[in-house]
């Protein structure tokens, strides 16, 4: 499994690699993520090959200039230079260095899975002689399009088209990807109609819920509301969420709880604070798995604003602790959630008034609150496992292993080598971070 950023606190990708390939163990197989900084967190019997970059959005200093004795090669001469030029480089730069350190281990592996880096270097592995299927959880040309909309200036849009210039290589590489995973319907067909892939090579495999994500065991806070976002971004829709929190305050005793990290100075503090509302707005974030689902558990309404999700663990994470949610109407939202309003109620992303009533109407009745956060937990428990993720991404590997050796007996292909049936023998992680939260 290949991921160029992997911790959990990174977003759904994160938890996508951990919890797969937990399971995928469980099921029997050999499984080796390989990823770049920051490191991920993996279980027991899942090993952990570090591909290491200059590590250029590390906390505390993001956009740092390394000094001259960490630069090795010429990938790194070519990541610093597309960050020092406003550009994003990890994906290409992690896909380089992957298949420079597979070329060595082609008799290793079965086959190599792409967590989204899309790299130009990911075709070059199966070039190698590795088959390669990949998963995109959503295309990033729909952050770009939110991010372009909410740029207020000139300059900042074409900073932002400088940063998103990598999905021209993404789309290349989405549409030459022998097979591609997807974890919703809604994400395959923006997949489709933003990178051009053929509908045909992909495969919808909703993702799971870890069993950690239960029901609070004591009282919730009155008033609590509680949002969720794996980034301080216009896509997260907390604009909205803030505005209509506001208008909430000015006739009943909220509170608002949001678990992310804002940008300091940021667009989120900013307009926090020019609503008047800092002193009823808490942050979260530095938390450990167990004290998550305490603060997910512990508020009267959860709300997902997102104007886009391709599939929103979070969402899917809240039901399972049995807290009534007010959702947008938004990309794979209502796939996650159901469209019968059974177990949560959906309003128009980024309509203020429409969110401000629906959460005011459930705040104000504890009988709906209770049957939606039921009816949530029960579709979870229905829908959302990790194992049913890994079987079917097993059977997703054994049909794209077939079809690679069926091109190669056919004599269709040029690649040199064929994978074996044996994959190695895996131990713990080399080296484990401190655990990091969403």
């Not at 009943?252 to 300091?264: G, Q």
Request: hydrophobic share 40%; aromatic share 6%.
């Amino acid at each position: 499994m290949l991921s160029y950023r992997s911790k959990p606190h990174c977003g759904g990708q994160g938890v996508y690699i951990r919890h797969l390939s937990r399971e995928l163990v469980r099921l029997g197989h050999e499984v080796e993520v390989f990823s770049g900084q920051p490191y991920p967190d993996l279980d027991e019997g899942v090993r952990l090959t570090k591909v290491p970059s200059l590590d250029l959005y590390r906390e505390p200093d993001p956009f740092r200039t390394p000094r001259p004795s960490e630069i090795r090669d010429l990938i790194d001469v070519e990541e610093v230079l597309t960050m020092w030029t406003a550009g994003f480089p990890e994906p290409k730069t992690f896909s380089r260095r992957v298949a420079r350190v597979l070329r060595e281990r082609v008799g290793d592996f079965d086959v190599a899975h792409d967590n989204q880096v899309l790299g130009y270097g990911i075709l070059d592995i199966e070039k190698m002689g590795i088959p390669l299927l990949t998963t995109i959880h959503h295309p990033i040309a729909i952050d770009r399009r939110i991010d372009l909309a909410a740029a207020p200036t000139l300059r900042k849009k074409l900073a932002l088209r400088r940063w998103y210039g990598f999905l021209r290589m993404q789309g290349k590489v989405a549409r030459q990807a022998r097979a591609i995973l997807t974890p919703s319907d809604s994400s395959a067909r923006d997949i489709a109609r933003d990178f051009g892939v053929d509908p045909g090579r992909m495969r919808t495999v909703l993702l799971g819920v870890d069993d950690a994500f239960v029901p609070p065991t004591t009282p919730r806070v009155p008033g609590r509301i509680l949002a969720m976002a794996s980034a301080d971004a216009p896509m997260k829709g907390i604009a909205t969420l803030l505005e209509a929190f506001a208008k909430l305050r000015t006739e009943r005793d909220v509170s608002l709880v949001l678990v992310t990290t804002p940008e300091p100075g940021g667009r989120t503090e900013q307009l926090i604070d020019r609503l008047g509302i800092t002193e009823h707005v808490t942050f979260v974030n530095g938390v450990s798995d167990a004290e998550l689902v305490e603060v997910m558990g512990s508020a009267e309404v959860a709300c997902v604003p997102s104007l886009y999700e391709g599939f929103s663990l979070p969402t899917a994470e809240l039901m399972a602790c049995e807290t009534p949610l007010v959702a947008s109407r938004a990309g794979a939202i209502p796939e996650v959630v159901g469209e019968d309003g059974e177990c949560a109620v959906l309003v128009e992303p980024g309509d203020v008034g429409e969110l401000e009533q629906a959460l005011a109407a459930l705040l104000d009745d504890p009988v709906r609150r209770e049957r939606l956060g039921r009816a949530g937990r029960r579709r979870v428990q229905e829908l959302f496992s990790w194992r049913a993720v890994a079987e079917a991404t097993a059977a997703a590997y054994e049909d794209t292993i077939a079809g690679f050796r069926a091109e190669q007996t056919a004599g269709s292909t040029t690649v040199p080598t064929t994978a074996p049936t044996t994959a190695p023998t895996t131990g713990h992680p080399t080296e484990e971070d401190s655990r990091a939260d969403r």
